[in-house]
């Protein structure tokens, strides 16, 4: 019985270390550092154009009127791996510590906000950026 019993333990384990990679959204951790790392390269273009839009080392922020929204990629240094936390952090304080499905939304979220403050700075639309990143 002890034996059935750490079979069924060890394969649980296997199975579940092989979860790891992705979650419900399918999507690996890998993707989301490269997604952020394009989106960050997006965002301090777009910074040097306005400054409602920061980007500073590894935090892409958002300036409203009724405050800042940002988006944080931090190195997990307890992991002798390179990976990453992925944070959302709020004027008010608050630190959202997101999961892969979560990240996934808001790395979306972030890019099409910032796709479309970059078009209307092209046709230099002040008004529509406003009304853009007040909506985030």
Do not use: H
Not at 37 to 61: C, F, H, M, P, Q
Not at 86 to 101: C, E
Not at 107 to 131: G, P, R, Y
């Amino acid at each position: 019985m002890k034996k059935l019993f750490l079979l069924v333990l060890l394969l649980g384990a296997g199975l579940t270390t092989q979860a790891q990679r992705t979650d419900n959204s399918g999507q690996e951790w890998s993707e989301s550092n490269e997604e952020f790392t394009t989106l960050y390269s997006l965002a301090t273009e777009i910074s040097k154009k306005t400054d409602r839009v920061i980007a500073n080392e590894n935090v892409i922020s958002i300036v409203k009127e009724n405050g800042t929204t940002s988006f944080q990629r931090k190195r997990d240094k307890s992991l002798p791996v390179e990976f990453y936390d992925f944070i959302l952090l709020t004027s008010t304080g608050r630190s959202i510590i997101l999961n892969k499905g979560q990240t996934g939304k808001v790395l979306d979220k972030f890019k099409n906000v910032l796709v479309k403050v970059k078009e209307s700075l092209d046709k230099d639309n002040t008004k529509a950026i406003d009304n853009i990143l007040e909506g985030l």
